[in-house]
């Protein structure tokens, strides 16, 4: 059971910077894609970064060249590394990656999540 647990979430006034961290345990297959996703009040979920097993990254308009996406291989991390943040970014933020096993088939799994608060 792939077990992904979200940090680093809290209240930070418009300008300043936070950084997430997922803890990502009990993976079975090889992990294909980690990434952010959140969800604002009243608004669908949405990608916010993804970053490939080979290390390629992509990121939604919104945070391009605020927010930063990497992977600790080492500690089986994921990090997201948040500046510049806007009253638009408070969102609950979501970690989440695919697995694919041997036959090609792909398994996600998701976080609980950590709200991500920003005053202006």
């Known amino acids: 059971q792939v077990q992904l647990v979200e940090s680093g979430g809290g209240l930070v006034q418009a300008g300043g910077s936070l950084m997430l961290s997922c803890a990502v345990s009990g993976s079975r297959f090889v992990i294909d894609v980690t990434g952010w996703h959140r969800q604002a009040p009243g608004k669908p979920r949405e990608l916010v970064a993804i970053?490939?097993?080979?290390?390629?990254?992509h990121y939604a308009d919104s945070v391009k060249g605020r927010f930063t996406i990497s992977r600790d291989n080492a500690k089986n991390t994921v990090n997201l590394q948040m500046n510049a943040l806007k009253p638009e970014d408070t969102a609950v933020y979501y970690c989440n990656l695919e697995e694919r096993a041997p036959d090609g088939n792909l398994f996600g799994s998701w976080g609980q999540g950590t709200q991500v608060t920003v005053s202006s």
């Open positions: 970053i490939s097993s080979g290390g390629s990254t």
